[in-house]
């Protein structure tokens, strides 16, 4: 299968719907937006911010993946926005030569302007306050990101906001970060 303009050459595309799953977390209403959140508040020791990829977080394994975190890490709570205020970057995916006439331009602009740093990292501030304040004091926050999300998580380890992040396949070139990462991070680059 042919992927959006934004994964490299002989990417697979968005992931499968994970419609059998039954998650464990609940939708809430925190900071203005949607997100996703399982564990423990009352105990948590750590917060883990998930961010999606351009189809959105209510696509592909998001909240399997979340949900397996927050088992997998004690004492954890695993927040995923919708930083794309339910209009993710791509929309839809048809199949790869609609994708490329219908949907192209309008991606690459929603990438550059409406969901760009300055645009998307103040509700990721605003939402880590807001978990902060409900876990009652201080933790450590880490962070995972997938695609257009592992951007996000690599650029937001530039500001010593992120004790470590972990980027899956990022789709926007990354490698100028690496200079500035004031965080332990690594990365799982797609095949080329």
Same mark, same amino acid.
């Given at each position: 299968?042919?992927?959006?303009?934004?994964?490299?050459?002989?990417?697979?595309?968005?992931?499968?719907?994970? $419609?059998? !799953?039954?998650?464990?977390?609940? +939708?809430?209403?925190?900071?203005?937006?949607?997100? !996703?959140?399982?564990?423990?508040?009352?105990?948590?020791?750590? @917060?883990?911010?998930?961010?999606?990829? %351009?189809?959105?977080?209510? $696509?592909?394994?998001?909240?399997? @993946?979340?949900? =397996?975190?927050? /088992?997998?890490?004690?004492?954890?709570? %695993?927040?995923?926005?919708?930083?794309?205020?339910?209009?993710? @970057?791509?929309?839809?995916?048809?199949? #790869?030569?609609?994708?490329?006439?219908?949907?192209?331009?309008?991606?690459?602009?929603?990438?550059? !302007?409406?969901?760009?740093?300055?645009?998307?990292?103040?509700?990721?501030?605003?939402?880590? =306050?807001?978990?902060?304040?409900? %876990?009652? =004091? &201080?933790? #450590?926050?880490?962070?995972?990101?997938?695609? +257009?999300?592992?951007?996000?998580?690599?650029?937001?380890? $530039?500001?010593? /906001?992120?004790?470590?992040?972990?980027?899956?396949?990022?789709?926007?070139?990354?490698? &100028?970060?690496?200079?500035?990462?004031?965080? #332990?991070? $690594?990365?799982?680059? #797609?095949?080329?």
């Amino acid at each position: 299968m042919a992927s959006p303009p934004c994964c490299p050459r002989g990417s697979h595309g968005p992931a499968a719907a994970d $419609t059998g !799953y039954a998650a464990e977390g609940a +939708w809430e209403e925190i900071a203005g937006m949607e997100v !996703y959140v399982v564990g423990r508040r009352e105990d948590a020791r750590s @917060i883990l911010l998930g961010v999606s990829d %351009v189809f959105g977080p209510r $696509t592909g394994r998001h909240l399997r @993946i979340c949900d =397996e975190l927050a /088992r997998a890490v004690p004492g954890s709570v %695993v927040v995923l926005p919708d930083l794309f205020h339910g209009s993710p @970057i791509a929309k839809v995916w048809p199949g #790869p030569i609609s994708f490329t006439a219908l949907e192209t331009i309008p991606l690459l602009w929603r990438i550059r !302007y409406r969901c760009g740093w300055a645009n998307v990292w103040p509700d990721v501030e605003r939402l880590l =306050e807001a978990v902060g304040a409900q %876990v009652g =004091e &201080r933790v #450590p926050v880490a962070a995972f990101g997938f695609c +257009w999300g592992a951007w996000l998580v690599l650029k937001g380890c $530039t500001t010593g /906001r992120f004790a470590a992040g972990v980027g899956f396949h990022p789709s926007l070139d990354c490698s &100028r970060l690496h200079a500035t990462l004031t965080t #332990p991070t $690594t990365t799982a680059w #797609p095949a080329r």
